[in-house]
């Protein structure tokens, strides 16, 4: 470099200004402006992010059950005999209905345990046939009866043969000691192949004394044939307070009886015996010998002879003790194996066995815990949890593992689904299917009413839920097992059934079975149908919903309530299934739920009606399809609405919500 050339550099760099040597170390001056300039874009970008997933997940949301139903193929289609518990405690019944025709066709009466609180179990029916033990007086003032097990089709609904079964003394001092208890205390059970049916009776003042009588029958078109049997055969008796006895079938020669003791009309012990077909003792737990099953033998025998064992679920009602599975050799019934189940998993609702020999428990948090039979050892224990999309994992968590279960659940032929009923007040509704593979609930309802039973049809093809109105009023609910889509539901029914107890194909093809039949009651328009659903719900929601004046399908709606969004009270969703190809979806919510607030700028592109702008947002068939939402003052607050679909349009949706006006 020059000398000129850097004495030209130095002249530049003298003439910046600098500042005095003293201002080197003072701390500079902050320019405001440009400070809050940079909070701001900080802050701008934050929010379009955050309004981007949130509006891209609330888009998630009101698709979320779509996926489920697209793969309906409508309710496969049967005539069903639904078989309800009713009556007194002393003096119970089987009551007949038609499904779906919905009328009771029959009722035949007891004087036995159907199934009572007493016990915790109900009537258990094998076969074509249950026989019901009856007890008739054998003159005026006496305390004599004769006693005999009907015989009842359960394909046809009606009575066929009488087993005399003797006679017998009303007890006083035990219908006293357990207030309920009839005039013939007694159980029957019949054999897996219906050519054995067991009886057992407890006699004497407190029932301890107990007698086991076996009928050896050829089955006939017009009943029955006693070939041989056994009768009055005492099982080693005694116990604590008042004695009521109940039947296992283990096989079509293994038996099992269990005595349920209660003081006070409080349970205290339950004795267990294993039986041959001649009423040999093979194994026995009790609390006398000092070999009693945990929980004071308050157990159920939940699957048979896996491998080489049986499973008896043992589990505290009142959780003060911990539960177990004991399995049982299959031939000396004596404990190879247990499996503890801590108290705090919650009281065991009930079980189911897989091919591979899973054995899948449900208990009341609930919780799924699975064994493996084969193993004798538990693989997991998991929470019940609602499917839910990523935005929604943001939010207070609503999954179970925090209140007790309902009061009655049925399972899946294949043991994959628990359809689990409660009280309106649980996070799941009134009737919910569990996924026990995921331990996710993957359709839930609060539509039917207060579920007080349910059952699967023979080949689980259709679901069956007693269920109670507001007023008391009960009828039998039939709902495709799939999605619970209501497809149906009885007249409503006298005697005030407690429990569904058997469900059995109609052999007569829906015609009438009794001359007490009545003719099939039309059934609701699908308009009517859900304007009734939406009411039943309508006092759980904060809003006055919206129904269609035209339906967008051929199909009955499936009606629900779930929390969505950023919601506190529950919303309205119901959804129209599409045996084709897809599904109509209807989301409705107190405003400010959902993508009314995700898109707060969002252009308001369709007008439905004076007053009321929408926005239609195309989405691909395969994401869930186009939404249509807008919010609408009903006459009792403002409503946020969502159209969902993946086969509609932009003009069938528009013409979908232009026909949508609250509910009557």
Known sequence: MSSDLRELIRKDLERIPLPASAGWTQRRVRRPARAWRAVLVTFMTVSVVVASLVGGQLVRIVRDRIETLRAASGLVAGNDLVYLMDGSAATQGLQVVTMPGGQSVGRYVGSTYVGTDHEGVFMITTGDYAYLPVARGTGVGSD???????????????????????????????????????????????????????????????????????????????????????????????????????????????????????IGGAHVATDWYFVDRDFNVIAKYTSQDGRALPDSGRCEIAAGDVGAAWAVVCSDRSGSADGAVIFHD???????????????????????????????????????????????????????????????????DQAAAKELGGPS??????????????????????????????????????????????????????????????????????????????????????????????????????????????????????????????????????????????????????????????ATTPCLEYTFPDPADGSVLVLQGTAGCCLDVGRPNAVMDVNLRPGVEAQFVPVEPQFGGSILWWVEDTGAGRVYVALSSPVYGRDELIALARSMAPVP
């Open 144 to 262: 004599e009866y004769e006693a005999y097990l009907q015989q009842i089709d359960l394909r046809r609904g009606i009575p066929l043969a009488r087993l005399a079964a003797g006679t017998g003394t009303i007890q006083p001092a035990l219908q006293a000691e357990l207030p309920g208890t009839p005039t013939f205390p007694a159980a029957t059970a019949t054999s897996p192949d219906g050519r054995t049916v067991w009886l057992v009776r407890d006699t004497g003042p407190r029932g301890q004394g107990t007698l086991l009588a076996r009928f050896d029958i050829e089955l006939l078109p017009e009943g029955v044939r006693i070939v041989s049997g056994r009768s009055n055969v005492p099982l080693d008796g005694g116990g604590q307070g008042a004695v009521r006895s109940r039947l296992v079938p283990l096989s079509n020669d293994r038996l099992a009886v269990a005595r349920d003791q209660y």
């Open 330 to 396: 299959h031939q000396s019934f004596a404990v190879t194996a247990t499996v503890g189940l801590p108290r705090e998993q919650g009281f065991v609702l009930g079980s189911a066995v897989s091919s591979d020999g899973t054995l899948t428990i449900l208990t009341e948090r609930p919780l799924v815990a699975r064994v493996n039979m084969r193993d004798q050892t538990l693989i997991d224990v998991r929470p019940v949890v609602q499917t839910r999309s990523w935005f929604e994992h943001l939010l207070p």
């Open 409 to 566: 659940v049925a399972f899946s032929p294949d043991g994959r689904y628990a359809y689990l009923a409660a009280s309106a007040s649980r996070w799941w509704g009134t009737l919910a299917i569990i996924d026990l593979a995921k331990a996710t609930v993957v359709a839930n309802t609060t539509a039917v009413g207060t579920v007080i039973g349910v059952e699967l049809s023979a080949g689980g093809e259709r679901l069956y839920a007693l269920a109670m109105d507001d007023q008391g009023r009960r009828q039998v609910v039939l709902l495709d097992p799939r999605n619970l889509a209501i497809a149906g539901r009885s007249t409503a029914l006298d005697f005030s059934p407690q429990r569904i107890v058997a469900v059995r194909p109609n052999a007569a093809s829906g015609a009438a079975t009794s001359p007490t039949a009545h003719p099939t009651a039309p059934a609701l328009p699908l308009r009517e149908q859900l304007v009734a659903e939406v009411r039943a719900v309508q006092r759980q929601l904060a809003f006055r919903p919206l129904v269609p004046e035209a339906m967008p399908m051929k199909s009955a709606a499936v009606v629900s309530t779930r929390i969505c969004g950023l």
